[in-house]
């Protein structure tokens, strides 16, 4: 079930590059959905291929007349490179060029009178969302995220998996947010915050400002002598 904003009634789509983000758009959107993927379009520098995915690629300058807008409409699930600006870059190239977006919304999610999504949004299965969210455009939410009620997520912000938002979170523009990072009741992450895996932010957090926790050292013992030690105490 989708959100209210979001129609099933079938699109041709065409997709910003031709890297792992836009093959991994078109596996879901060709699986999932009945909407159509048309074409590519990159950057003229990027024009090495004819056809990616058996499907037409073109130089961005020359994607209005391959693929008018008045037919067909756009698709830019690039990842977070530059804190998201690059996808938010071509977001806004291609809504400069006439073209109407589409959002993604894996049917596992069950968000329709829930929440709010806005335009060029990639939110994969099985995502947890209580009533009256709000996502932005240019959203990328990967697998099994807890977005809590009344939050608030941003234009162009990327949360990978297991991301927990609780209730009442503001998550500001072009932050990111590692996997398994926990937003505490009421918190505000400021535009352009990174907030790494397994964080926990339970304090408002400045514009710009970097949140990771150290990585886990090793014990120190080899992992055959640790389980014949563990099982000793089992």
Same mark, same amino acid.
């Given at each position: 079930?989708?959100?209210?904003?979001?129609?099933?009634?079938? #699109?041709?789509?065409?997709?910003?590059?031709i890297?792992?983000?836009?093959?991994?758009?078109?596996?879901?959107?060709?699986?999932?959905?009945?909407?159509?993927?048309?074409?590519y379009?990159?950057d003229?520098?990027?024009?090495?291929?004819?056809?990616f995915?058996?499907r037409?690629?073109v130089?961005?300058?020359?994607?209005?007349?391959?693929?008018?807008?008045?037919? +067909?409409?756009?698709?830019?699930?690039?990842?977070?490179?530059?804190?998201?600006?690059?996808?938010?870059e071509?977001?806004?190239l291609l809504?400069?060029?006439?073209?109407?977006? +589409?959002?993604?919304?894996h049917?596992?999610?069950?968000?329709?009178?829930?929440?709010?999504?806005?335009?060029?949004?990639?939110?994969?299965?099985? #995502?947890?969302?209580?009533?009256?969210?709000?996502?932005?455009?240019?959203?990328?939410?990967?697998?099994?995220?807890q977005?809590?009620?009344?939050? #608030?997520?941003?234009?162009?912000?990327?949360?990978?998996?297991?991301?927990? +938002?609780?209730?009442d979170?503001?998550?500001?523009?072009?932050?990111?947010?590692?996997?398994?990072?926990n937003?505490?009741?009421?918190?505000?992450?400021?535009?352009?915050s990174?907030?790494?895996?397994?964080?926990?932010?339970?304090?408002?957090t400045?514009?710009?400002s970097?949140?990771?926790?150290?990585?886990?050292?090793?014990?120190?013992?080899?992992?055959?002598?640790?389980?014949?030690? +563990?099982?000793?105490?089992?």
């Open positions: 079930m989708a959100p209210e904003n979001y129609t099933d009634r079938p #699109q041709r789509i065409v997709i910003f590059g890297g792992k983000g836009a093959d991994t758009a078109r596996r879901y959107f060709e699986s999932d959905t009945r909407h159509e993927v048309v074409g379009v990159v003229r520098e990027f024009l090495g291929t004819a056809k995915n058996n037409p690629v130089a961005v300058e020359d994607a209005v007349k391959a693929f008018p807008p008045t037919e +067909i409409v756009a698709f830019a699930p690039l990842g977070a490179s530059r804190m998201n600006a690059l996808r938010a071509k977001y806004a809504k400069s060029m006439g073209y109407a977006f +589409i959002s993604y919304v049917s596992s999610n069950r968000i329709a009178g829930k929440c709010t999504v806005g335009e060029n949004c990639f939110i994969l299965e099985n #995502q947890s969302v209580n009533f009256d969210a709000a996502i932005g455009n240019n959203v990328v939410i990967w697998s099994g995220c977005i809590g009620d009344r939050s #608030q997520i941003h234009d162009h912000v990327f949360m990978a998996a297991h991301v927990v +938002i609780n209730g979170v503001v998550i500001g523009e072009s932050a990111y947010l590692g996997s398994n990072c937003i505490s009741n009421g918190a505000r992450v400021a535009r352009l990174f907030i790494g895996a397994n964080a926990l932010i339970t304090k408002d400045e514009e710009c970097v949140h990771v926790i150290e990585h886990t050292p090793p014990l120190g013992m080899d992992s055959l002598r640790f389980v014949r030690l +563990i099982r000793d105490f089992m």
